[in-house]
């Protein structure tokens, strides 16, 4: 009656945990984190989507002049307006608004909005009052005074390449000759040259500055694992610790130490400043109404008549693609590779990077180069596995005199210890030769499980085009749809998918081939737990299934091989689990008799 009870509470706990999980799957790792961005959407007519903007005016370390947008944008007819300079790089597309001098249109060539080849690319900036507003700002403080941000600056070329830089020029009124000098390399790096020249009668003290100013609503959500919002290096140090949430309740954050880098991450994007030579005060706040702000503002310097200065100011807005951060941290941008959320194990996550990247490269497909991944580590593991199952069956061997060990010193358990320490010694068997190799197979696996969700190389790779066509989202056929025959997805863990299938069916089948001593209540426990962990592990990635089943597969060949190289551990397994059905058979007849 005991044992029916026991397994009842285990069996409801099992359903509290698959509903809980699915509702802590939903808070952490929501579906439009792994996925695409979404496409700009026209804001229907009164509502309030961008609204925010007339909260936009630069705090009060900026004097006030900004012209906040009237009200909601469309992005077709912002990006329409003659004052545009187009942007026309190998990766990188988009406009420069001659009106403030915003570098406001980004979208990345090479990375889709969905898995639709038509979907168009990925929109990183988007211009002041659309839905999803995020720009880059150069201006000028002078004399205290800010230069407007509706100014309109002149250009000297139509459009900016790699070997076409252009330069806007502005003069204003008090004598000042303003420049700024853009420039764009292969990849996602702008330089802002910035020059101010006093033509004027007298001295004047000048600030320039820049900053990113963005709206959280089309952000990635920020999890365990993966940050999104505010980050930099600040005196050699990554700091990551607040998120969007975290910035609006503080309103102003300015770290310690002098800034390398600041901006804004997303899980696969990055909008970041790079300072330049010279003293500069380097923040992050919240304008209010969900929007926030980044700034890099150098020192005042009194600039005599007649003299100029020159500040330059790197612009970072691309994908996080861990080859290319690596080159710009080589270039002396300190920390760069940071941007993306190794954490404590990047010294294995980096290296695995490289070796799924080198993979890719020679197959072709993600998919095949995650089981070429998964065979390669677990082969790297298999001396741990095989010394791991020489330590069970030298264990298995000592039982008998263990247990005539505690027998004969059972009153003397100080005694019963020195005599147990001395077998293994005598036997030359270690208790912990067993775990060890557990404990070091824990970071490589979770490193291996951190690449594959922050990889943006695996963001809309397919495993076949009919079934998989982005292994960083769930798998598409489930249960409930008929395994993709019916035209709608389903989510969470309800959706059951074949690589989820897969997965519950491989893992019993590991517990199946392992004998097991349990008592029958945890043995039905284990019998259902595979089941348990396919609705837990079905919102997940599909590349990080495939990586899971691909491991049970292997981890049933590995065991099937050990086991046959220590017989002696699965007879004295199977014997001892005779014995406990046995044992439990007479108790139960004991019963039955009282």
């Not at 830089?165 to 910035?194: C, R, W």
């Not at 690596?326 to 190794?342: K, M, N, R």
Request: charged share 20%; hydrophobic share 45%.
């Amino acid at each position: 009656m005991d044992n029916q009870r026991n397994l009842l509470l285990a069996v409801a706990l099992s359903g509290l945990l698959i509903l809980g999980w699915d509702m802590a799957m939903r808070v952490f790792y929501p579906q439009a984190s792994i996925s695409a961005p979404t496409e700009e959407v026209e804001p229907a007519a009164g509502t309030s989507a961008a609204a925010a903007p007339g909260t936009s005016v630069v705090a009060a370390d900026l004097p006030e002049g900004v012209v906040p947008a009237a009200g909601p944008v469309n992005l077709d007819a912002a990006l329409e307006s003659p004052l545009r300079v187009a942007i026309d790089a190998p990766r990188v597309a988009g406009s420069i608004n001659l009106v403030g001098a915003r570098i406001d249109d980004i979208v990345l060539k090479d990375h889709r909005q969905t898995v639709d080849e038509e979907s168009g690319p990925v929109r990183l900036f988007a211009p002041d009052g659309t839905p999803d507003q995020y720009f880059a700002e150069f201006g000028f403080l002078a004399n205290a005074d800010r230069l407007p941000a509706d100014t309109l600056w002149a250009a000297d070329n139509p459009t900016l390449t790699v070997d076409t830089p252009v330069t806007l020029t502005h003069t204003d009124a008090n004598g000042f000759a303003y420049s700024i000098k853009f420039s764009i390399d292969e990849n996602y790096m702008i330089s802002a040259v910035q020059t101010v020249s006093n033509t004027g009668e007298n001295a004047a003290v000048i600030q320039p500055f820049s900053l990113i100013n963005r709206t959280s609503a089309n952000a990635s959500n920020d999890e365990f694992i993966v940050h999104a919002g505010p980050v930099g290096v600040f005196g050699g140090t990554i700091d990551e610790e607040n998120n969007y949430d975290d910035l609006a309740e503080i309103s102003t954050y300015k770290p310690e130490g002098a800034a390398s880098w600041l901006g804004f991450t997303d899980r696969y994007w990055l909008s970041a400043l790079v300072p330049g030579d010279g003293s500069a005060d380097a923040s992050f706040r919240s304008l209010g109404n969900d929007l926030y702000r980044t700034d890099v503002i150098y020192d005042a310097v009194t600039l005599p008549a007649g003299q100029a200065i020159t500040q330059t100011t790197n612009l970072f807005a691309g994908a996080k693609e861990s080859g290319v951060l690596d080159q710009y941290e080589d270039s002396g941008i300190d920390d760069f590779g940071l941007a993306i959320s190794w954490g404590w194990f990047w010294f294995l996550e980096k290296p695995l990077l490289l070796l799924l990247k080198t993979l890719f490269d020679f197959v072709g497909n993600f998919g095949v180069a995650i089981v070429l991944l998964t065979l390669i580590i677990r082969g790297l593991l298999f001396p741990i596995a095989q010394k791991q199952f020489a330590s069970m069956a030298a264990m298995k061997a000592v039982q008998p005199k263990m247990k005539a060990i505690q027998d004969r010193y059972k009153d003397d358990k100080q005694k019963q210890q020195q005599e147990i320490m001395k077998l293994y010694k005598d036997e030359k068997v270690n208790p912990l030769a067993g775990c060890l190799p557990l404990l070091i197979q824990i970071p490589i696996f979770f490193a291996l499980y951190k690449v594959l969700i922050l990889a943006i190389e695996m963001r809309h790779k397919p495993l076949v085009d009919f079934w998989i066509k982005d292994l960083s989202a769930p798998d598409p056929w489930t249960i409930l749809n008929l395994f993709g025959l019916l035209p709608f997805e389903v989510s969470g863990f309800l959706g059951i998918g074949v690589l989820a299938i897969l997965l519950g069916v491989t893992m019993w089948l590991t517990f199946k081939l392992n004998p097991s001593a349990m008592d029958p209540v945890q043995q039905q426990i284990f019998n259902f737990m595979p089941w348990i962990l396919m609705f837990v592990m079905a919102p997940f990635a599909a590349g990080l299934l495939l990586y899971w089943v691909t491991s049970n597969i292997l981890t049933l060949a590995q065991q099937s091989y050990l086991y046959s190289k220590h017989p002696q551990l699965r007879a004295a397994a199977e014997k001892e689990k005779a014995e406990k059905e046995r044992a439990k058979a007479l108790e139960d007849q004991s019963k039955g008799e009282a």
